[in-house]
C-alpha cells in the first residue's frame, strides 16, 4: 500500500521556538493533504486541508499565522508550529490522498509535540 | 458528513471473532462507509471501506445492512495485535473531501 512518511516522530522545544513537521508520500503523488491533531484519549481533530500549489484551508479555530502549512510538491506538505506553547503539545497527525476519487486516506506515523 | 456512533469500548478474547457495530442512520446515497484503526501512538490505517454490498479483505469483513443505516466490521479471530480504536467514517464520494473521525471503538483484546 501506499506510504506516508511523518517527520520527526517526536519532538520536545522550549515555549516560544517555532517547529516544523515534514508529511511526505512516498510513492504517490498527493493532490491532497490534511493535517489533524489528537490530544490524549481523544479523536483526530481536521486542523487544515492543503492542496499543492494553494493556500491550506483551515478548520474554525484554528489559528492560520500560528500553524503554518506549506504544500509546494505534490510529495512534501509541512507544519510549522510557530512560537510554541505548551498548549501546543499534542499529536500531530498528517494524511494524504492521490486523485479526488481515491477512496482510502493513508495516515502518517503522528509526531508527539512537547512545549516546555 | 453524517454522522455515525458507535460504542465507547468493547471487549474480545484472543481467537475470537469480534463484531464492531456501526449506526449511521442518516447517511445519504453517495456515502462511502470507511473504517480505520489507530494503534497506540501511531497514525490511523486504513481497513476497510464499501457503499453497498458485503466487503472482504486480508483483514476484515465488512457488512452493511440492507437499508445502509448500519454497518459492522468483523475481524474473524481477534489477535493482541488488533488492540486499538476503530473508527467508522461517513465519506461522500461525490463531493466529500475529509474525514471526520468520531470518537471510535477502543476495542481490548484480551490474552
Known amino acids: 500500500g501506499a506510504v506516508v512518511s511523518q517527520h520527526p516522530s517526536r519532538v520536545i522545544c522550549k515555549s516560544g521556538t517555532s517547529v516544523k513537521i515534514e508529511c511526505r508520500s512516498l510513492?504517490?503523488?498527493?493532490?491532497?493533504m490534511f493535517w489533524y491533531r489528537q490530544f490524549p484519549k481523544q479523536s483526530l481533530m481536521l486542523m487544515a486541508t492543503s492542496n499543492e500549489g494553494s493556500k491550506a484551508t483551515y478548520e474554525q479555530g484554528v489559528e492560520k499565522d500560528k500553524f503554518l502549512i506549506n504544500h509546494a510538491s505534490l510529495t512534501l506538505s509541512t507544519l510549522t508550529v510557530t512560537s510554541a506553547h505548551p498548549e501546543d503539545s499534542s499529536f500531530y497527525i498528517c494524511s494524504a490522498r492521490g486523485d479526488f476519487r481515491d477512496e482510502k486516506l493513508f495516515f502518517g506515523s503522528g509526531t508527539q509535540l512537547s512545549v516546555l | 458528513d453524517a454522522k455515525t456512533t458507535q460504542p465507547n469500548s468493547m471487549e474480545s478474547n484472543e481467537e475470537e471473532p469480534v463484531h464492531l457495530p456501526c449506526n449511521h442512520s442518516?447517511?445519504?446515497?453517495?456515502?462511502?462507509i470507511h473504517w480505520y484503526r489507530q494503534l497506540p501512538s501511531q497514525g490511523p490505517e486504513y481497513v476497510i471501506h464499501?457503499?453497498?454490498s458485503n466487503v472482504n479483505n486480508r483483514m476484515a469483513s465488512l457488512a452493511i445492512a440492507e437499508d445502509r443505516k448500519s454497518s459492522t466490521l468483523i475481524l474473524h479471530r481477534a489477535t493482541l495485535r488488533d488492540a486499538a480504536v476503530y473508527y467508522c467514517?461517513?465519506?461522500?464520494?461525490?463531493?466529500?473531501?475529509?474525514?471526520?473521525f468520531g470518537p471510535g471503538t477502543r476495542l481490548s483484546v484480551l490474552p
Open positions: 442518516t447517511i445519504s446515497g453517495t456515502d462511502y
Open positions: 510513492d504517490f503523488q498527493a493532490t491532497t
Open positions: 467514517i461517513l465519506r461522500d464520494g461525490d463531493y466529500g473531501q475529509n474525514f471526520v
Open positions: 464499501g457503499l453497498t
